[in-house]
């Protein structure tokens, strides 16, 4: 029952029988309760406000909140595209209450610019949250850690032995392979008359890169009790299980009560479960494997190499748990993200085929010797870089970066927010704001053919992969993927919608979990294209 219709129940009856003085006493004592309930807010609110500051508070606008559970009740299933249109009703910076947790959204270039530029330092902690709490091993890993030293020792760590260039470039041959691999798949199902189904096959290609990354096999080649739909099923679970609220984290006093009930502690706990068995067993495997042969480093053995070396670094030792959490942070946040940035460009482009014939225009034209695109030419391809930059500028697949959470009080925008403030930066509104793109909702890569606009996070009217002290370190890594993939896909094949079907019939909805992913999968008809030149 709504609480709504809670609140008038005991008014109704009242009316009812007005000679039932019982009902009416209990109305008027619940009104009289909430009255005091209100007033005690108000005057909390104030004392400590005069108190701390001794100065005049001025929140961020705010839309009307219920009573116990704030703003929840206006997320709806699409929560970036609600805020999205509170923030165009109230400002660009929203102060909302989930429940009793302050939540700043920040919806346009100008602050996310003040927020990232000026007060990157105070807002850059995480909230602990209890299902990043189990995928990141208590907090060990560089995802959902809070802002401390250990995270500061742990990134610098990461970037300069996972993320680094060298590194990067190191796995080419593994991108290379992957992707032979899947125009190998495309091929025989286009020889057939069976649809190929695109979002599958992409998961597919992203995982078994990442895999291979980070453990030297791909899923195919491992042993594991998973086969490569359990693995990406259950990434997929946690994703879901980490971008959807959790009682217990909005009301930590009963709300724990509520996830048993509902079923989402235990789903949690088996996923994780999953998640451990699986780490496990590849960890366990690659300890062999090593003993038996020493080959090529990937991500395993260079973290395995610091446990075995006892590696310290100030507060950072790499225990078992350290590495699990590490290697989770890269399927957690590589193998979503690159397959639906591949989804969604690869979309746009079917509804726009003057674009997709521009671009396989581009690549067809400079490749001409090989029937395949290596990651050392696709520098040469500036219309690819556009379109993938307008496909981000779109349809960012974490449309409200990680949440984060301020460590001290600063004001924004003239607004103050208070330490212990949740913040997301809602960058599908910022990509999509008037104030900062001629014809916003038109995908038209050609808008960055005289801009030297970037998503390195210093245009903050593009910020897909966030900016500041928590910008991705895997931004040359997942770009590196996408590509790769979608250079070779549009070189090998012309893509063709089902038949009958239009572009303008195309579905776009989404599917919002940490992760913003197309909601029905794209099946599209591939043609062999022979290059003649
Ligand atoms: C197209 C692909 C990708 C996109 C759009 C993307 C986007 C993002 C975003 C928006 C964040 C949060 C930034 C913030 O909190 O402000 C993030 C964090 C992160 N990403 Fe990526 N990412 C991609 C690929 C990857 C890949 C391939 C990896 C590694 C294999 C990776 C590793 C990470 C890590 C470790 C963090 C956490 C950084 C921290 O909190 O310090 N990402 N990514």
Redesign the pocket.
Known sequence: MSITALLSLPLSNAIVDSYNMHSLSICVLFLLFFLCYLLLLKTKKYVVLKHNNNHKFLPPPSPPKLPLLGHLHLLGSHPHRSLWNLSRTYSPVMLLKFGPVPTVIISSAMVAKELFKRHDLASCS?PRLAATAKYSYNFLD??FSSYDDR?REL?KI?IAEL?SPKRVQSFQHIREEEVNQLLNAISQSSSSSTLFNFTAKTYSLTTNI?TR?AFGKSIRESESKLDDCDVERVIQRASAAIGSFSASDLFPSFGWIIDRLTGVHGRLEKNVEELDAFLEHVIKDRINFWAACQKEENILDVLLRMERDCYEFGSIKFTRDCIKAVVM??FL??VE??AN?LVWTMTELVRNSKVMKKLQREIRSTITKQDQVKENELEKLQYLKMVVKEA?RLH???PL??P?ETMSHFKLNGYDIHPKTRIH?N?LAIGRDANSWKNPQEFCPERFMESDIDYKGQNFELI????????????N???A??ELALANMLLCFDWKLPNGMKEEDLDMEEDFGITVSKKSPLQLIPIPYFNSN
């Open positions: 995480r560089l995802i995270w990134r990461c993320f990442l990354i942070d890269l946040a590589g993200t690159g940035t981000l960012p697949p974490l970066l990680l984060r930066v960058v897909p992969f966030g900016a500041g002290r928590r910008i991705c370190p895997g931004v890594m997942g770009m993927m996408v």
